[in-house]
């Protein structure tokens, strides 16, 4: 028998779920995954922004950690733009961070807030770039 949050020592993978190898050490504060590729983007209470490629063979799925980025506090959001070659994302340290993820580039502040960055989404009709933050504003950076 299972009490809750306690499972059974018969019973400890019941849906088969597959560990990311390679996770934060903190904890997750979002996910997203990348509309081209196969590619998972985590940001974490460590102040990482990680990357890994995600492949199905079957039924079972693999994991391969890529690489990763930091902020100089907590990470908490992160998207990919729609051609699903950068990811934007904010933290605890008022960024907002652009990272040409698959080129290769490395990640620059394109915009600032006076609190935490909690929220970020792209527009890809009109190439805008918005993030919110703790302190009610909200920052909108426009890359056509």
């Known amino acids: 028998m299972s009490t809750f949050g306690v499972a059974s020592a018969s019973n400890t993978n019941p849906n088969k779920s597959t560990e990311v190898v390679s996770p934060p050490t903190d904890g997750v504060s979002s996910l997203c ?27 079972s799925v693999s994991t391969a ?3 990763s980025m930091a902020h100089e506090l907590p990470a908490l959001c992160s ?3 729609d051609d699903g070659t950068t990811v934007f994302s904010g933290g605890c340290d008022k960024q907002v961070k652009m ?11 394109v915009a600032m807030h006076d609190g935490p960055v909690t929220s970020i989404a792209w527009i890809p009709e009109m190439s805008l770039l918005v993030s919110g933050s703790w302190v ?5 950076v426009n890359f056509s």
């Open 33 to 59: 995954f990348c509309p081209k590729a196969n590619y998972l983007v985590a940001t974490s209470w460590d102040n990482q922004v990680r990357c890994w490629e995600v492949t199905k063979n079957g039924t």
């Open 65 to 67: 950690a890529k690489t």
């Open 79 to 81: 998207i990919w733009k």
């Open 99 to 109: 990272w040409p993820l698959l080129s290769g580039g490395q990640p620059s502040t």
């Open 136 to 140: 009610k504003t909200l920052r909108c």
